[in-house]
């Protein structure tokens, strides 16, 4: 039995359009419960925008990194000790006897 080629075309459509509403329709079911909207401040957004940017964050991490650095040039430092001697001998002279 041969098929007429507009038919198929049309049965092929038909199924696609039912395999998108049957994905829509388990999309509205399985979907996570809505949340009611939130105020937000100005404060709020940037906070968001400063904690989400990467370049700010690359800055937070590098400015992290330079404070560990000093930390440990400073205990460096702190366990650098030198002690330098230089023995010396002299004789003074005694009261005399007269």
Known sequence: M???PRRTQKSIRTNILRLG???AALALVFRPPLRPAEFL???KALEIAFRNSPS???AYFRLQTSG???KAQQAGLKSQFSLTLNPS???TPG???T
């Open 2 to 4: 041969i098929q007429h």
């Open 21 to 23: 509403l049957i994905a």
């Open 41 to 43: 401040t100005l404060e």
């Open 56 to 58: 700010i964050q690359e």
């Open 68 to 70: 560990e650095n000093l």
């Open 89 to 91: 001998w002299s004789r």
């Open 95 to 97: 009261p005399s006897a």
